[in-house]
């Protein structure tokens, strides 16, 4: 069985235990659990229209949930069970949709998984709510711990999130900042940080998660982390290039160039400039600022990359980072169908075509 087909024979498991964490009708009886028991009356139907429904809407979609399928693999990989590991896969699918929700809002998105963005049919407010929301709905499963954990391992998940929680945003903030224009001159080594603290930290989360429910030691939770958010990056990376070369991957986000029009600093703008004549770079410059919306000048922009074979940097440095993590972990796992499946994942990262 390879990757391709484990994500599909994963991704009904994994919904189901969505489903437990945040239901499509949600009733009293989950809102006590979730909240504790009211003091006065929850209003169950307007928690399922406002709550329930934009968010089965989004994760109705689609979306590979490569995310939970690493927590899974990493939990087998340390020698523990998928059935010990399945109830906690929504922590990390429901924090990257949580990411997803809020990310469109602040790059005024238009589209996402080939629909309008949640914020276009339910409003800004249920959207960013949302956002929130996805982000600490998980957290039931540790503070309700319905699957007896012990002590020391709902701590150390409590921890990671945390330290997670607060790198991502710090990522967010960095990337917003940057293609609003407020510095010109980034390095490839600073890209890469952003990259790993808004993209890579979901990855490293569920390889840790995994690591720890499966009762591995520091040293291969560390270096499960590691290689998380190895492939966290690669994807990344992956992504930036689909976004300008791949016509299916931008039907789904609704339109060409779309890092271009928000003005995106990415590893390709990056070695672009870096390479680039001073009249090209200036022109490039010119472009992201101006956060363009016709075909013709985001092409434009396209072109001057391509002309610097910037696609092609980015594609070796991607599956450089994943090569290099993988020798990391390799040596402290024993082989196993997991294991060779997580590095399956590794190379589906870099190498995917949607």
């Given at each position: 069985?390879?990757?391709?087909?484990?994500?599909?024979?994963?991704?009904?498991?994994?919904?189901?235990?969505?489903?437990?964490?945040?239901?499509?009708?949600?009733?009293?009886?989950?809102?006590?659990?979730?909240?504790?028991?009211?003091?006065?009356m929850y209003d169950s139907e307007?928690?399922?229209?406002?709550?329930?429904?934009?968010?089965?809407?989004?994760?109705?979609r689609g979306g590979k949930r490569?995310?939970?399928?690493?927590?899974?693999?990493?939990?087998?990989?340390?020698?523990?069970?998928?059935?010990?590991?399945?109830?906690?896969?929504?922590?990390?699918?429901?924090?990257?949709?949580?990411?997803?929700?809020?990310?469109?809002?602040?790059?005024?998105?238009?589209?996402?998984?080939?629909?309008?963005?949640?914020?276009?049919?339910?409003?800004?407010?249920?959207?960013?709510?949302?956002?929130?929301?996805?982000?600490?709905?998980?957290?039931?499963?540790?503070?309700?711990?319905?699957?007896?954990?012990?002590?020391?391992?709902?701590?150390?998940?409590?921890?990671?999130?945390?330290?997670?929680?607060?790198?991502?945003?710090?990522?967010?903030?960095?990337?917003?900042?940057?293609?609003?224009?407020?510095?010109?001159?980034?390095?490839?080594?600073?890209?890469?940080?952003?990259?790993?603290?808004?993209?890579?930290?979901?990855?490293?989360?569920?390889?840790?998660?995994?690591?720890?429910?499966?009762?591995?030691?520091?040293?291969?939770?560390?270096?499960?982390?590691?290689?998380?958010?190895?492939?966290?990056?690669?994807?990344?990376?992956?992504?930036?290039?689909?976004?300008?070369?791949?016509?299916?991957?931008?039907?789904?986000?609704?339109?060409?160039?779309?890092?271009?029009?928000?003005?995106?600093?990415?590893?390709?703008?990056?070695?672009?400039?870096?390479?680039?004549?001073?009249?090209?770079?200036?022109?490039?410059?010119?472009?992201?600022?101006?956060?363009?919306?016709?075909?013709?000048?985001?092409?434009?922009?396209?072109?001057?990359?391509?002309?610097?074979?910037?696609?092609?940097?980015?594609?070796?440095?991607?599956?450089?980072?994943?090569?290099?993590?993988?020798?990391?972990?390799?040596?402290?796992?024993?082989?196993?169908?997991?294991?060779?499946?997580?590095?399956?994942?590794?190379?589906?990262?870099?190498?995917?075509?949607?």
């Amino acid at each position: 069985m390879g990757i391709t087909e484990y994500l599909e024979r994963k991704k009904p498991l994994i919904d189901r235990e969505m489903e437990k964490a945040i239901p499509r009708k949600i009733t009293e009886k989950w809102l006590s659990f979730a909240l504790g028991k009211p003091d006065y009356m929850y209003d169950s139907e307007t928690a399922t229209r406002c709550i329930s429904e934009p968010i089965w809407d989004l994760l109705d979609r689609g979306g590979k949930r490569w995310r939970p399928a690493l927590a899974l693999l990493s939990c087998e990989a340390v020698g523990g069970k998928e059935e010990d590991a399945l109830p906690f896969t929504p922590m990390v699918e429901l924090i990257h949709n949580g990411t997803l929700s809020q990310d469109d809002v602040e790059d005024d998105s238009k589209m996402r998984r080939g629909k309008p963005c949640m914020h276009l049919i339910y409003g800004v407010d249920i959207a960013v709510n949302n956002g929130s929301t996805m982000y600490f709905l998980p957290l039931t499963l540790l503070y309700r711990n319905l699957h007896n954990l012990p002590e020391n391992k709902i701590r150390a998940i409590y921890d990671i999130y945390a330290e997670e929680m607060l790198r991502v945003s710090v990522g967010q903030a960095t990337d917003i900042w940057w293609h609003k224009g407020g510095k010109q001159n980034i390095s490839e080594g600073e890209y890469l940080q952003m990259v790993a603290n808004k993209t890579g930290v979901l990855a490293r989360f569920a390889a840790k998660l995994g690591g720890i429910v499966g009762g591995a030691d520091e040293k291969r939770i560390h270096a499960l982390g590691k290689f998380g958010e190895a492939i966290g990056v690669g994807f990344q990376i992956q992504d930036d290039i689909l976004e300008l070369t791949e016509e299916e991957f931008k039907k789904g986000k609704g339109s060409a160039g779309g890092d271009i029009h928000e003005g995106k600093r990415t590893l390709l703008v990056i070695k672009t400039l870096e390479k680039a004549v001073p009249a090209d770079r200036k022109r490039l410059v010119e472009i992201l600022d101006s956060h363009p919306t016709d075909e013709e000048t985001i092409k434009e922009a396209i072109g001057i990359i391509e002309k610097y074979g910037a696609i092609q940097y980015a594609q070796k440095k991607s599956e450089q980072i994943v090569n290099n993590a993988w020798k990391g972990i390799d040596s402290l796992l024993q082989d196993s169908t997991a294991k060779a499946l997580l590095h399956e994942l590794a190379l589906f990262a870099t190498k995917r075509k949607t």
